[in-house]
Nanobody
Framework: QVQLVESGGGSVQAGGSLRLSCGAS??????MGWFRQAPGKEREGVAA????????NYSDSVTGRFTISLDNAKNTLYLQMNSLKPEDTAMYYC?????????????????????WGQGTQVTVSS
């Protein structure tokens, strides 16, 4: 069993930055992702990482603005979000896949993930 706890959300103005953190216990998994869900919309993949291969994957809407990283020593996943836009407003969740292989795909599909955190709210005002 893996427990995930997100932090770092908040309210910022457009153009600002936030860094989300996701602490994992008892230890972080190698295939992790960040997802978001806005009111009335489906949950969507934002960024994912396969730490065995070093590969990352980003949705088109955040490419060039968001960066996902993983610190094994701290059992923590991060999402650095720069140049935030009002359309980035959502509840952000971190998730972990149950299995991870070096040659595996870096999925942005929510159904590929087994463990989920409770979420942290990000609000971007114009």
């Amino acid at each position: 069993q893996v427990q995930l706890v997100e932090s770092g959300g908040g309210s910022v103005q457009a153009g600002g930055s936030l860094r989300l953190s996701c602490g994992a216990s008892p230890y972080i998994r190698s295939c992790m992702g960040w997802f978001r869900q806005a009111p009335g919309k489906e949950r969507e993949g934002v960024a994912a990482i396969n730490n065995l291969s070093g590969h990352t994957n980003y949705s088109d809407s955040v490419t060039g603005r968001f960066t996902i990283s993983l610190d094994n020593a701290k059992n923590t996943l991060y999402l650095q979000m720069n140049s935030l836009k009002p359309e980035d407003t959502a509840m952000y969740y971190c998730a972990a896949r149950r299995s991870c292989y070096e040659a595996g795909a870096v999925s942005l599909v929510p159904a590929s993930y087994y463990y989920w955190g409770q979420g942290t709210q990000v609000t971007v005002s114009s």
